[in-house]
């Protein structure tokens, strides 16, 4: 059965440090992966997405993913992390169709001044 | 643009009761999606109208939950009647094609006491 799956709760982070969310899958032939964002009280928002080509994928917010077949990862990372990037980040694949997708569990972020 | 919207934000009702929740997409998208996070659990996909027609409504937990979009623009979710397991959060999504981006509104949270 196709999955993706986030190892962290929460993830803690000194602001200006670079951070990393973790999210692995299984998932089918080439894989389709997104990162969503859930700021507070507010919906998700596309933060970026693989498809085919470069496995370093770079997206909104200064976000980038790297896709990494043998490990069948897709972490999120970003280099220097804002306070302001305190959300809850989603990592995505499709099932049965593009936008019909299953979600990992959510990670927390949480960026400490 | 006006982005995806949802009404209510919040809504607390008691079992038995039904509840009806609607979202309003983006001008001009023939796709929308329900999609519900249970109890801190991972986001599910519900149903997916394309226009006025249920492409695929296999995430629909049982016959208590009725989705519709008459004429092909709002949608509406009605739970009947509501059960403790229904409470959580409701999100509505868009998308202009099956294969463009989804946006998704700020959600519903519904709370079934």
């Known amino acids: 059965a196709q999955s993706v799956a986030q190892p962290e709760d929460q993830v803690n982070v000194a602001e200006g440090n670079p951070l990393t969310v973790k999210c692995t899958y299984s998932?089918?032939?080439?894989?389709?992966l997104f990162w969503y964002v859930q700021y507070p009280n507010r919906g998700l928002q596309f933060l970026l997405k693989?498809?085919?080509?470069?496995?370093l994928v770079k997206g909104s917010y200064g976000f980038e993913a790297e896709f990494n077949k043998s490990q069948t990862s897709f972490h999120l990372k970003k280099p220097s992390a804002l306070v302001s990037d305190s959300a809850l980040y989603f990592c995505?694949?499709?099932?049965?169709?593009?936008?019909?997708?299953?979600f990992g569990a959510g990670t927390r972020l949480a960026v400490h001044p | 643009e006006a982005g995806v919207t949802q009404f209510p934000s919040h809504s607390v009702i008691e079992k038995g009761q039904t509840v009806t929740l609607r979202c309003d997409p983006i001008?001009?998208?023939?796709?929308l999606y329900w999609y519900r996070r249970v109890m801190g659990k991972e986001i599910k996909f519900l149903l997916h109208?394309?226009?006025?027609?249920?492409?695929?409504e296999s995430g629909m937990p049982n016959n208590r939950f009725l989705a519709e979009r008459t004429g092909g623009t709002y949608s509406t979710l009605k739970v009947q009647p509501a059960e403790l397991e229904d409470s959580g959060v409701y999100f509505c999504?868009?998308?202009?094609?099956?294969?463009?981006?989804?946006?998704f509104g700020n959600g519903t949270r519904l709370t079934v006491t």
């Open positions: 998932v089918s032939g080439n894989p389709y």
């Open positions: 109208f394309v226009k006025e027609s249920k492409q695929d």
């Open positions: 693989y498809i085919t080509g470069d496995n």
């Open positions: 995505a694949a499709p099932r049965g169709g593009y936008n019909k997708l299953i």
């Open positions: 001008s001009g998208h023939d796709n």
């Open positions: 999504a868009s998308s202009l094609t099956g294969n463009s981006p989804l946006h």
